[in-house]
């Protein structure tokens, strides 16, 4: 049976002949020596830029430098917004050359213009080298190159062969003492050191300082002869002598996505959404993103059209939510001024997609949690104006940002971090940070005409320094004043006895925190001493559902000025099908729908959640029948 190659751009697919058709069998892409694709850059030739199995080489640098040169020829939009240069963050390193070793400088404050290259990187441990009061002399003297840890050095060499001067990295550029306040002061710039920075260099394939980056790769190029010929007189002619060209198996989608250490760290995620150039080296190949482009070094470049660009535009910008992070974060200002000011789910909902993305990342200390969003967060105030940020919240939507829950567990979170408990006292229980390493979601956070049942009195946030009101906290509390039930416990193991007398929102929340617990019920949930309490803070209306939030609270046993204080335990969500609504056979024929809808979604477990609707229901009518007291209290 007779092989069979067929060429579609830059791939061959290989297979045999049979009665029954083609059989493919497996495919190959084809590749050519950069320097010959470079040869008629106007003129694409639809084949894949070989790679070089040291990404340190002068040629897979040059190809890092040309994307650079590029983006700061040719994108407008990717440039700084300062002509001449940005103003020096306090410290830099002078990356040196050849004959010269590399130097920490301190610019004068009159002389700071420049422009600079951002390391991101995972420290896994500690560095070898760190800035300290009793190192700075000799930091500025000159280190020789090889001192340095392998993830610093690759970024001198790099810096190097991009042309530029300075490079700014934490550990050598903030004062690592314990007493110094100088890390409270520059963590609160990460907004100017990563966003206004030429170009962030991404560590993406290496999980510490030690390990670097510049790795040897693993190519499977075959090499195969061409002899090229002209076909009309007009066209170039490369060479006489046999071409580079090389086939390899067909390229894996999934080594084209930024995967990795990096991408898991608490710190790296506004390292990677602040800059508006980033050269990312993962362990398959070099890529280029910026505002304008992608590229990557094998050749591929994906930008967005203009017929893309229009149709967010015309689509009033709803097209930013089929973007990637980076995207959307590049976007919003667009956006927030395509949308309605009246829409308050629009306005945020960007922020509450990046506390998902970041909720579940990793830190070596969690008090960096906040620290290290901030920069984020400052150049989302900016953009939505006129709101004041508290604590991982904003003031203005506070009462649908109360109403965060960790995924798969609203009213009783995970609180575990590594092994260890999480020190409540770290953060205010109302903010998502004081949480553990779980996805947190907002299930409003794209919902408009929300009833609010609560008001939100005052907020307080004590912070850490305050200069910085998108940092660190030392506390926080929220006065709000609300229809509120009392609970002497949250858990009655005699819930699904019907004799027991109980409330219906005790057996249905009983039953939620038997659910949601994982192995036995915390004590504290089922002593009859608890001081629990239930506040209403948010309904929604659809045509059929009704739906309301519940924020589960826990006494304190201290008050303030009379007022009550409790520490947020999580939501309770009821949902209700109006009966009453079912008043036409178009709207029958809805509530079919909207029940055979449900029961593909409850599966085998429908009998179980079944109930749960139920009991939720039943809620709903006692809360009719008895409305509740408004009260003011206070949440820690």
């Not at 080594?255 to 050269?279: A, F, K, S, V």
Request: hydrophobic share 35%; glycine share 6%; net charge neutral.
């Amino acid at each position: 049976m007779p092989m069979v190659f067929s060429r579609n751009n830059n791939k061959l697919a290989a297979g045999i002949e049979s009665p029954e058709g083609l059989i493919e069998l497996c495919g190959f892409d084809v590749y050519m020596h950069q320097d010959l694709i470079q040869a008629d850059e106007k003129k694409p030739l639809g084949i894949l830029r070989e790679m070089h199995g040291d990404p340190g080489s002068k040629g897979s640098l040059r190809i890092a430098s040309n994307w650079l040169a590029s983006c700061v020829n040719n994108h407008a939009n990717c440039s700084p917004t300062v002509p001449g240069g940005q103003i020096l963050p306090k410290r830099v390193l002078n990356v040196g050359d050849e004959t010269t070793d590399p130097f920490l400088v301190e610019p004068a404050a009159d002389s700071r213009s420049g422009r600079w290259v951002a390391l991101s990187y995972c420290w896994g441990g500690e560095p070898s080298m760190k800035l300290t009061k009793d190192n700075i002399g000799r930091l500025k003297q000159g280190i020789p190159l090889d001192r340095f840890d392998a993830t610093i050095r690759d970024a001198i060499l790099v810096t190097r062969a991009l042309g530029l001067t300075y490079l700014w990295i934490d550990a050598l550029c903030i004062s690592q003492d314990r007493d110094s306040q100088d890390w409270i002061e520059q963590s609160s710039k990460m907004n100017i050191i990563y966003g206004d920075s030429t170009l962030t260099i991404v560590a993406a394939n290496s999980s510490s300082v030690i390990q670097g980056f510049l790795k040897e790769r693993k190519l499977q190029y075959i090499p195969l002869g061409w002899l090229p010929h002209k076909v009309r007189p007009e066209e170039p002619l490369y060479s006489l002598a046999p071409q580079r060209i090389h086939i390899s198996p067909s390229w894996n989608s999934q080594d084209d996505q930024i995967t990795g250490p990096w991408t898991t760290r608490g710190w790296t995620m506004q390292e990677g959404l602040l800059p508006n150039r980033l050269l990312f080296y993962t362990s398959t190949q070099i890529i280029w993103k910026c505002c304008t482009v992608i590229e990557y070094e094998r050749g591929v470049k994906q930008e967005p059209s203009k017929e893309v660009v229009h149709g967010f535009i015309d689509a009033g910008g709803t097209e930013i939510w089929n973007f990637d992070t980076f995207s959307k974060f590049k976007a919003l200002p667009l956006y927030l001024q395509l949308i309605p000011e009246t829409s308050l789910s629009e306005k945020y909902r960007l922020w509450y997609a990046l506390v998902e993305d970041y909720t579940p990342r990793r830190f070596k200390y969690i008090q960096d949690r906040l620290v290290a969003i901030s920069g984020i967060a400052k150049i989302f105030g900016d953009l939505i104006r006129n709101d004041e940020y508290v604590a991982g919240l904003w003031k203005q939507d506070i009462v649908r940002g109360l109403s965060w829950h960790v995924r798969g567990a609203k009213l009783i979170p995970s609180k575990t971090l590594q092994g260890f408990s999480v020190p409540i006292d770290r953060f205010p229980s109302w903010t998502w940070a004081s949480v553990g390493y779980d996805v947190v979601v907002n299930d409003h956070a794209r919902q408009d005409g929300l009833r609010s049942f609560s008001v939100i009195e005052d907020v307080q946030v004590n912070l850490v320094d305050r200069a910085n009101p998108f940092g660190a906290v030392r506390s926080g509390n929220i006065t709000i004043t609300g229809p509120i039930f009392r609970l002497s416990r949250l858990y009655n193991k005699q819930w699904q006895c019907k004799e027991t007398p109980m409330s219906a929102l005790e057996r249905y929340v009983s039953n939620i925190v038997e659910e949601e617990s994982i192995g036995e019920v915390e004590e504290r949930f089922s002593s009859s001493n608890g001081q629990f309490a239930a506040l209403q803070m948010l309904q929604h209306f659809p045509s059929i559902d009704r739906r309301l939030d519940l924020l589960i609270l826990e006494g304190t046993d201290g008050t303030s000025n009379g007022i009550t204080i409790y520490r947020r335990v999580g939501v309770l969500s009821l949902q209700y099908i109006h009966q009453r609504f079912i008043a036409s056979p178009e709207l029958v024929k809805v509530r079919e729908v909207s029940k055979r809808s449900l029961r593909s979604r409850l599966g085998s477990d429908s009998h179980r959640r079944s109930k749960k609707l139920r009991q939720s229901k039943e809620v709903f009518e006692e809360l009719v029948s008895e409305p509740w007291p408004r009260q003011t209290i206070i949440i820690i």
